[in-house]
């Protein structure tokens, strides 16, 4: 084997531990079994404050959002690194005012989208429109 696919075969080994060491040890778990969660969606431009409440089965939040979609009036759009929540109660975000639903757990900012935000008992899920 020449020197090159040596170099080229460690790389892609070492990319596949990376990944598999996130996946296992770093990524978001999901929490098995029944739970109660509060989804919140604010929008002031609508005059809009709503609070739904759900008991569900689901681990993630995304799961939880594609099953209430019509319920809750979503849109959604999916990027290579994941599905992003644009509109709620059937109000879409516009770009060109530079909106979008900012999404938060029990006040604090979420720091992925809802396809690795865990749904756990009691918690309560916000989206709020903002401009950026």
């Known amino acids: 084997m020449s020197k090159k696919f040596k170099v080229i075969l460690s790389i892609l080994i070492v990319t596949l531990l990376v990944f598999v060491g996130y996946k296992v040890f ?3 778990k999901g929490v098995e ?6 989804i919140h969606v604010i929008n002031e431009d609508e005059d809009v404050d709503k609070t ?13 959002l594609e099953e209430k979609q019509e ?25 060109n005012k530079q909106e979008y639903f900012h999404v938060s757990i029990n006040g604090e900012d979420a720091l992925t989208g809802p396809g690795e935000i865990p749904l756990i008992d009691e918690d309560v899920y916000t989206f709020e429109l903002k401009n950026y």
């Open 26 to 28: 770093l990524s978001p």
């Open 33 to 38: 079994g029944a739970k109660a969660v509060t």
């Open 52 to 64: 739904f409440e759900y008991n569900t089965d689901y681990e993630f939040l995304l799961e939880l």
């Open 71 to 95: 319920e809750l009036g979503i849109t959604f759009e999916k990027y290579d690194f994941g599905t992003m929540v644009v509109g709620m109660l059937d109000y879409v975000a516009d770009p």
